[in-house]
C-alpha cells in the first residue's frame, strides 16, 4: 500500500470483536477497505474473522488476543494497536456480559464481576482512549450500552446499573472530547439475537444482530451523540422512563 492510500484508508480498532455484533461492524468497515486491529480473547476466533476480513476487502487486519477485564493488559494492547495502525480514526469497544440476575442477587462476588466487566474495565479502557485521542485531536470513539441502563428493572438492575453508569461517563467523554474535534457515540441497542441471549425467549422486539450492526457503523460514520438501535428502542424506553416509580416497581420488568 503507497503512503497516500494508507493516508486515507480507514484505520479503525474494534475491541470487542468477535461478538456478533461487533463482527457486523467490521465487515461494514471491511467493505470500504479499512485497516482494521482486533481484540478478543480467543486467538481462534480472531484468526477466523482475519481471514474472512480480508476476503470482504479489508486492506489490513491485525489481532491481539486479550481477556478486556484485565485492566493491567490494556496500555500494551493500545500500544501495538497504535503501532500497526499509526493512527486510530475509529473505535468500538463492543464486549461485555448479560449476567444472570438471581446469581448476583445471591453473591457479592457475582455482582461485583458483573460491574467490573460492563463497566469498570471498560471506564479504565475508555480513560486510555480518551488522553490519546484528544492528543491525536481527531477521531471517532463509540462504545456498546444499552436500554438497560436508562431505567432500573427487577429482572436485569445489576446489568442495567453497570450500562447505566458506562452511559453517564460516556456523557460527560462526550462534552469533554468534543472540544478537540473527537467525537463519543453512545450505543443503546435493545434485544438482539446472539449467543448472550441464546436463553431468552424471542419476541418481536429482538433484531438481529446484522441490522444494529449497520446502525452502529452508521452512527459512527456520521458522528452521532446516542443512537438507539432498532429507532423504535428510544419511543419504548421514553416511555418506560415516564411511568411513576410507585406503578413501575409494582411491573413485571
Request: glycine content about 6%.
Amino acid at each position: 500500500m503507497t503512503t497516500a492510500m494508507h493516508a486515507t484508508t480507514p484505520a479503525v480498532l474494534i475491541i470487542g470483536a468477535t461478538s456478533a455484533i461487533a463482527t457486523e461492524v467490521a465487515r461494514c468497515y471491511a467493505a470500504d477497505g479499512a485497516r482494521l486491529f482486533l481484540v478478543a480473547r480467543s486467538p481462534e476466533r480472531l484468526e477466523a474473522m482475519r481471514d474472512d476480513l480480508r476476503v470482504r476487502g479489508a486492506t489490513q487486519v491485525d489481532t491481539y488476543a486479550l481477556d478486556l477485564t484485565d485492566i493491567d493488559g490494556h496500555a500494551a494492547m493500545l500500544d501495538a494497536a497504535k503501532q500497526a495502525l499509526g493512527r486510530i480514526d475509529a473505535v468500538l469497544i463492543a464486549y461485555g456480559t448479560l449476567g444472570d440476575q438471581k446469581k448476583s442477587e445471591a453473591s457479592v462476588e457475582t455482582t461485583l464481576r458483573e460491574w467490573h466487566t460492563n463497566a469498570t474495565s471498560t471506564i479504565a479502557l475508555l480513560t486510555l482512549l480518551a488522553n490519546d485521542l484528544e492528543r491525536q485531536r481527531h477521531g471517532t470513539l463509540a462504545v456498546i450500552s444499552s436500554v438497560a441502563g436508562d431505567r432500573g428493572r427487577r429482572s436485569n438492575y445489576v446489568y442495567g446499573a453497570a450500562k447505566g453508569a458506562l452511559s453517564i461517563f460516556l456523557q460527560g467523554l462526550r462534552a469533554r472530547l468534543s472540544k478537540a474535534g473527537v467525537k463519543v457515540v453512545t450505543v443503546k441497542p435493545g434485544m438482539v439475537d446472539t449467543p448472550m441471549t441464546a436463553h431468552m425467549r424471542k419476541s418481536p422486539l429482538f433484531a438481529s444482530p446484522q441490522r444494529v450492526g449497520r446502525d452502529i457503523y452508521e452512527a459512527m460514520q456520521k458522528g452521532k451523540e446516542t443512537v438507539y438501535t432498532p429507532w423504535y428502542w428510544q419511543f419504548v424506553m421514553l416511555v418506560i422512563k415516564a411511568v411513576p416509580e410507585r406503578i413501575f416497581k409494582r411491573l413485571p420488568l
